[in-house]
């Protein structure tokens, strides 16, 4: 699951960082306020990397989709990526527990069969 996970998260670094660049065409928007929060949300989705695996690293991800859902309101091509995003969160979870459980009985297996 952190593999798939992790990879999930590295795309959502870039796309970001896109937004970032494309919230900066809107006057009524500060630089510094656009990239303290791209720089924020970029900086979560790199470390939630490391925490998949720990307690609430999951849930840390699922409200890192949901402001990426919310951050449609400044940009709103994101709506659409975010629910992308959110979707690929989901599948990511979903199949990497998936994966998880057929190599720990493949290694059961294994473990078995060895004399």
């Not at 900086?43 to 999951?58: D, I, Q, W």
């Not at 949901?66 to 599948?91: E, R």
Request: contains cysteine; neutral net charge; charged residues 10%.
């Amino acid at each position: 699951m952190r593999t798939l996970c992790a990879s999930t998260l590295i795309g959502e670094f870039f796309v970001i960082g896109f937004a970032g660049l494309v919230a900066m065409k809107d006057d009524s928007l500060s630089p510094g306020t656009v990239w303290t929060v791209c720089g924020v949300a970029m900086l979560l989705s790199v470390l939630l990397c490391g925490m998949l695996t720990r307690p609430g690293g999951v849930q840390l991800g699922w409200a890192l989709q949901i402001a990426l859902v919310a951050s449609g309101f400044v940009v709103p091509v994101m709506f659409f990526l975010g629910i992308v995003f959110a979707g690929l969160w989901w599948a990511s979870i979903h199949y990497g527990r998936r994966i998880d459980e057929a190599k720990a009985r493949w290694a059961a297996a294994e473990t078995a069969e060895a004399p």
